[in-house]
């Protein structure tokens, strides 16, 4: 996995592959450039930075939901802390809105490591349980809570402070880039084979030394704070945040839905769960919006029947058909556990597969 | 690595193009609750649009300087979602470039749709938001036709005090308040007790909150029992309203007076609790059909019920009247440029169907229509009698609650 | 003191509704550890269906319990043959149950959207606000009798349970499916059974939340995310012991009012599950390990 390394060459760190760090960055240019070079009307180019911020948030959500595999059907309540500590920081104090983001999410993954190390010594359904009581909790709290949030009338942020929706499609572009660096930092180095040992077996990944409660309690921090950032970036983004829409129960579902349906596990999964998300969302329910719930749980249920790995899935075992194997690396990478996947013998155990932007490598 | 850097900034937007040309058609961009939780609300806003839009176009069009121009509404479904307004309108507005827009239902969606409109610089009337918050943020091209909540308990703290004032209810009088915990409850809280400050001749002994689709009130409700209130004054969704109500009467309750804010004159309320369930509960809503017996509303009750077959509710009235605003003052404007629309609206004072019978933006109050709610009291002969405020009232309203013995 | 007084008899009652919303998803996932995200929905769909039988047959909802309980119980069993059976079984199955029962239940809530609008509706009887006295106090005569229905609805259970041949292969099953078969019993006959009754119990709850509470495609929600606290609070060990969680809870939530402003007493339910689940897994009684 290290590249050749000449003494005049730039030395990568263990776990990145030049072919991936290459096809990041022309994916990075082109989606840079492309709204610069051929205008993609206000809607469309707004719809698209939004969208940014679903995979990001899609994919910090995944980092415990796919890479540590206990699922969280509360992650709405750092959505809310990270969006309503910026508003909050923005309106009464006037910082610049990256400053509000980043303190709103380091607040978020603190407050996600106040309930969650506690809790993550639960398994399975149960911890989602829990996580359903954190996120209802925190949204009744936060709704009482007028100092703060502004109670059910909300937080407003002056307007002409901060980017404007044009603009936030390239902040929204970062903040996936990051997130996308980080999901494959966490998959390809040391953590990542620490999070696979620990989602296979607990007891026996203590055993030889790796010691679960820390990297859980790393993983959730860090998905927190993203999505506290992506909080925040909602907020700048709509300019008006309430407590019951930032903090609902749908807001946390759509986390788990642009996992889920994306591809539990993997990066390409949420990115494509999110754009799947924001295509219903603004298309489809456009001509037929009467369906968008049935949708979303015939989508549910497919994917958990038939293809657990979303629509990632769909994508690999396309690319199996056409005969593209997965590279050594990436394979013994993957992190489609047992533990996840269904007990079906069809099942390709540690075949990870592709996991960037744009296909197989 | 340079995190805040750069965002290029937008090139051009050319938003004044429509400056000087009267178009062929004007559009008028709107998104509703059309399915969803809020589905039926929607509908009815979407009548009153409607019946705006075709008395125009029946007159061949509205006058735009002399020039007759149709005028075509283009509505959105938004489902009730917030994010789902505020892109719709982002697209109605900057991709099918429509000329000004009617607003959704549902504060808080109206407040973050109002927001886009801001950002664009286009005239956006509503019938669909009522918090007071939507209009103190400064902004300027915002204006509704829905006036704020807090005047909802005024006005009936008005009638009730005419009742103390005619000895009828004791002085100083016990008020408890009980609340939704929503921007609504929280203005027709705040109403209550800048009132009772006010006056100084109400003592507001209970004043809580709850969370939406309660399954149990007993505790909220044997405090006001406690209390001894003579006021039972609540704000709740029709659900809360019911399930509430239902125990406050089980448990053999009864106040001197009962409100249930806008609530408790409607038919699902009689069908939920009975009529008996609903005498002599107090009510208060932004219009009623009972007003529409002579001049403006009359003509209005009658073209709506032509038109839809039913008689038409505070809804239709209030999203009337925000069409047909927003169409004078294109003709006031004698444009579609958006400043000069703007404009006239801010300086807009037309003859109304609304309580008070003119309809104005006051700019004191942020855009934001203020006018007497009109407070109704039921009977028991099935009748909701307006009581207040008195120019229009249709009947004497009963104080204390005769139902309740000693 | 008379005013406790009348807030325990008001909670005493409100659990009786509690336990009947709980006993169904907690039967499901005591035997076959999958947790039933659509029981909100079988909820909801069973208050439409009284509510249908009601206004359109003019038949009392407390008379359609059996009727709407057997229409469930098919429901249930189809739901198990037609979908959850293909869920792995074990840990795994645990998360993945909830994310395709959840799927089934947004089809649920979109198909009541169908047919029925949003809007909100409610069953009123003659007897809707009709009162009774206890101790001293009036209550309202549905709690009362949704309370007693509870009651013998535990009473049914624990019987079935403990005395019939059905009802302790289910336990059996409960304990270690391995040997159940062993001993012939038919364990996916068993599941199917298990997910009818579980859901005919959803459909109970849902006629008795007709009498009680105004409805939409969207409630059940609140009453799912209670469930799951009384089935933590009791424990999964038995039927009286989400009984006893639902006692908990109601408690929890009325008495709450003494202590925070009654807004946040919606919030004690959740606070309780969280803390239980930490600090305690196997719920206050300490049965089963979590795993």
């Known amino acids: 996995m290290t590249t050749a390394t000449q003494s005049r060459r730039v030395r990568l760190p263990a776990w990145a592959s030049k072919k991936v760090l290459v096809g990041f960055l022309v994916v990075f240019a082109l989606l840079y450039s492309v709204p610069l070079v051929f205008p993609l009307g206000d809607y469309l180019h707004n719809i698209v930075g939004l969208t940014f911020m679903f995979m990001a948030a899609g994919l910090a959500w995944n980092w415990l939901g796919g890479y540590v595999g206990q699922i969280s059907f509360g992650h709405a309540a750092m959505f809310g802390t990270g969006g309503f500590v910026s508003a909050r920081l923005a309106v009464t104090f006037g910082l610049p809105f990256w400053a509000t983001w980043l303190i709103g999410g380091v607040v978020a993954g603190l407050y996600a490591l106040l309930w969650g190390h506690p809790t993550l010594r639960l398994r399975g359904p149960y911890f989602s349980i829990a996580t359903i009581g954190v996120g209802e909790a925190t949204r009744l709290v936060a709704t009482y809570w007028t100092d703060f949030t502004g109670g059910s009338s909300g937080l407003s942020l002056p307007i002409g ?145 038939f293809e657990p790995l979303g629509i990632s899935g769909l994508i690999m075992w396309v690319g199996r058909r056409f005969g593209r194997r997965p590279s050594p690396s990436t394979a013994a990478g993957g992190l489609s556990s047992a533990a996840s996947a269904p007990d079906r013998p069809t099942a390709p155990v540690g075949a990870g597969g592709q996991d960037e932007k744009q296909g197989p490598s | 690595m340079v995190v805040v850097g750069c965002a290029p900034s937008q090139s051009s937007t050319d938003t004044s ?388 013995k000693g | 003191m008379g005013q406790v007084l009348a807030l325990a008899v008001s909670a005493v009652l409100l659990a009786g509704f509690y336990a009947s919303m709980a006993y169904g998803l907690g039967l499901i996932y005591g035997v076959l550890r999958v947790v039933n995200l659509a029981h909100g929905g079988m909820i909801m769909a069973a208050a439409y269906l009284s509510w249908v039988l009601f206004t359109r047959f003019s038949i009392d909802p407390y008379l359609a319990i059996p009727i709407v309980m057997v229409v469930f119980f098919f429901i249930g069993v189809a739901m198990y043959k037609g979908l959850v059976r293909f869920l792995p079984r074990g840990a795994a199955g645990g998360v993945q149950s909830l994310l395709l029962l959840f799927g089934v239940w947004l089809v649920i809530r979109n198909i009541a959207y169908l047919l029925f609008t949003g809007d909100d509706q409610a069953v009123r009887t003659s007897y809707s606000t009709a009162s009774v006295r206890i101790f001293g106090n009036s209550y309202s005569l549905n709690r009362l009798l949704v309370f007693v229905i509870s009651l013998v609805a535990v009473a049914v259970l624990q019987l079935w349970l403990s005395r019939t041949y059905t009802g302790k292969a289910v336990r059996a099953v409960t304990e270690n499916s391995d040997s159940s078969t062993l001993v012939g019993i038919d364990v996916e006959r068993v599941y199917a059974l298990t997910f009818g009754v579980g859901t005919a119990l959803a459909g109970l709850a849902g006629v008795l939340a007709s009498t009680l509470f105004a409805f939409n495609p969207s409630f059940g929600s609140g009453e799912l995310l209670k469930s799951f606290v009384i089935i933590v609070l009791g424990g999964l060990g038995s039927v009286v012991g989400i009984a006893v969680g639902a006692l908990v809870l109601a408690f929890a939530e009325i008495f709450a009012i003494y202590v925070v402003p009654s807004y946040l007493t919606a919030a004690v339910g959740f606070v309780l599950l969280v803390v239980v689940l930490v600090v305690r897994p196997g719920g206050l009684f300490g049965s089963k390990v979590l795993r």
Not at chain 1, 206 to 235: K, R
Not at chain 1, 239 to 258: G, H, K, T, W
Request: neutral net charge; aromatic residues 10%.
């Open chain 2, 17 to 404: 193009k429509d400056a000087g040309t009267v178009p062929d058609t004007i559009v008028i961009g709107s998104t509703l609750p059309l399915t969803g939780a809020e589905s039926k609300t929607g509908g009815r806003y979407k009548q009153g649009y409607e019946l705006a839009f075709d008395e125009v176009n029946t007159a061949g069009g509205l006058d735009v300087n002399g020039k007759k121009v149709k005028v075509e509404l283009k509505l959105l479904d938004d489902t009730s979602d917030q994010a789902k307004a505020v892109n719709l309108a982002q697209r109605l507005i900057t991709s099918d470039k429509v000329n000004a827009f009617l607003g959704t239902y549902s504060t808080s969606l109206v407040e973050a749709q109002s927001t886009v409109a801001e950002q664009n610089k286009i005239p956006y009337v509503n019938g669909g938001g009522a918090a007071t918050s939507i209009y103190t943020k400064g902004y300027k091209w915002i204006f509704g036709t829905l006036a704020p909540v807090e005047n909802l308990a005024t006005n009936e703290m008005e009638w009730i005090d005419q009742q103390q004032k005619a000895g009828k209810l004791p002085k100083p009088a016990k008020v408890a308040i009980v609340w939704e915990n929503t921007s609504h409850g929280k203005d027709f809280r705040k109403g209550i007790q800048d009132f009772a400050k006010k006056t100084g001749t109400y003592q507001v002994v209970v004043d809580e909150s709850f969370a939406l689709d309660g399954t149990d009130f007993s505790a909220v409700l044997n405090k006001v029992k406690a209390a001894n209130a003579d006021l039972f004054m609540v704000d709740a969704h029709l659900p809360d309203f019911i399930t509430m109500h239902r125990q406050y009467l089980s448990s053999g309750m009864c106040n001197k007076i009962e409100t249930y804010g806008a609530r408790g004159t409607e038919a699902d309320a009689k069908k939920a609790l009975g009529q008996k369930g609903v005498d002599y509960i107090l009510s208060a809503v932004w219009w009623n059909s009972q007003l529409g017996d002579k001049g403006l509303n009359k003509k209005f009750v009658d073209s709506f019920t032509a038109k839809f077959g039913t008689a038409p509710e505070w809804y239709q009235a209030v999203s009337y009247e925000a069409a047909r605003s927003l169409f004078t003052a294109i003709t006031n404007a004698k444009s579609v440029d958006k400043t000069k629309v703007r404009d006239a609206l801010s300086s807009l004072s037309i003859d109304s169907i609304l309580p008070g019978g003119k309809l104005s933006f006051p700019a004191d109050k942020g855009g934001q229509a203020s006018y007497p709610f009109v407070v109704q009291q039921n009977l028991p002969d099935g009748s909701s009698p307006i009581v207040y405020p008195a120019d229009v009232a249709t009947g004497k309203g009963t104080a204390p609650n005769p139902g309740c």
């Open chain 1, 161 to 305: 402070n901060g980017p404007t929706k044009f603009q936030l499609y390239w902040y929204g572009l970062y903040l996936l880039a990051a997130v996308v660096v980080l999901s494959y930092w966490l998959r390809k180095s040391r953590i990542g084979l620490a999070l696979l040992a620990i989602k296979e077996d607990v007891e026996a990944a203590s055993d030889v030394g790796v010691n679960p409660s820390f990297y859980q309690d790393l993983v959730l921090f860090l998905s927190g704070t993203v999505v506290g950032v992506c909080g925040g970036f909602y907020a700048s983004y709509q300019a008006f945040i309430d407590p019951l829409d930032m903090f609902s129960f749908e807001r946390s579902i759509s986390f788990v839905l642009i996992g889920v349906i994306g591809g539990i596990g993997t990066i390409l999964g949420p990115a494509m769960g999110a754009i799947v998300f924001i295509v219903i969302q603004e298309f489809l329910l456009a001509n037929y919006p009467q369906l968008y719930l049935g949708l979303y749980g015939v989508l549910l249920i497919v994917v958990i029947l």
